[in-house]
């Protein structure tokens, strides 16, 4: 008996120290990766991105599958999900998919690609494709806006009125350049609009030429509104700017797409995590881009709400 007990002790300790010598990649779950996009998004550009991530990932000999015209209601069976597209598909799959728990990448197959820059920055296709496949999946803040999810951010005042301007241009022929060239075209002959904020215990009225609450930092494909926010730190940026003298938006317009804006006096920071904006007349905003028109908006931080590597 005693000689039995000896030998089965013996089996494991030897499982045990065997197991510990196991590799970690060969307990690996199989990768099955759903590739979704907007064919028309960047004129095309998404659809061409999913073929060719596509072919990558077949030669890496990972399975795949792409949906572009019709999305499922799901991705049950999936580990990962790659976006090809710009702000805006982004926008549209969060709030198709508002709980998904799979790790995401957005690869930049938009016009303006803001969040995937705040991301990923100006990295090649390639080392992008790396990432995908082995970063690891980290927590990524998100809001809500009137019942609307975003990743990039909400804009109310001036740059809703951009937005609205644009209109279908943002999905046919946006770019950078086009946003530039509308903004310079509205920039004179904006006015101010009086709007009540709420926020962290402070309420005030006062005139606004625009209100941004950012969790990304660009907006239109490089107007660095928000420079030093954070996607991780459970916060928004709100970025508050007063009546500038029409005549002088010209002179600081270029400083506001290169983020050197924050120190001006007409510029206010405040970082929050819940913020209620009223007007007394329905003006324009944007949410990821995205067009809005409302006399009221309510936005909160929803901190770590998605995955993504990156």
């Known amino acids: 008996m005693p000689d039995r007990i000896s030998k089965d002790i013996l089996c494991i300790l030897f499982i045990i120290i065997f197991d510990r010598r196991i590799p970690k ?62 702000d805006g598909t982004l926008n549209y799959f969060i709030n198709q998919y508002p709980s998904i728990s799979l790790p995401l990448v957005i690869f930049k197959g938009g016009s303006g690609n803001d969040f995937a820059w705040k991301l990923y920055g100006d990295i090649s296709f390639e080392e992008q494709f790396e990432k995908a496949l082995h970063g690891e999946p980290l927590a ?74 950012a969790n990304g930092s660009r907006y239109g ?6 420079p030093d926010s954070a996607i991780n730190d459970g916060l928004l940026d709100m970025v508050t700017i007063t009546c500038i003298h029409p005549l002088r938006r010209f002179y600081y317009l270029p400083k506001v797409q290169k983020g050197k804006h924050t120190g001006f006096s007409f510029v206010k920071i405040d970082r929050i995590t819940r913020t209620a904006i009223r007007t007394d007349k329905e003006i324009a905003g944007h949410i990821d881009g995205e067009l809005i028109e409302d006399k009221e908006f ?10 993504f590597r990156y």
């Open 25 to 86: 990649t060969s307990m690996t779950t199989t990768r099955h990766i759903a590739i979704v996009c907007n064919p028309r998004a960047g004129k095309g550009k998404a659809l061409q991105l999913c073929k060719q991530l596509a072919e990558k990932l077949t030669a890496c000999k990972i399975s795949c599958e792409i949906f572009s015209d019709q999305w499922p209601s799901g991705f049950n069976g999936f580990t990962d999900v790659f976006i090809a597209g710009g």
């Open 140 to 213: 990524v803040d998100a809001g809500i806006c009137n019942g609307r999810y975003f990743l990039n951010g909400v804009g109310i005042g001036f740059d809703g009125v951009v937005v609205k301007a644009m209109g279908r241009k943002r999905f046919i022929s946006a770019s950078h350049v086009a946003y530039l060239w509308t903004v310079i075209k509205k920039i004179l002959f904006y006015r101010e609009k009086e709007m009540q904020l709420r926020y962290g215990g402070v309420e005030y009225r006062k005139k606004m030429f625009m209100i941004s609450i």
């Open 221 to 226: 494909g490089g107007f660095l509104v928000a």
């Open 298 to 307: 309510d936005i909160t931080m929803l901190p770590g709400r998605y995955l």
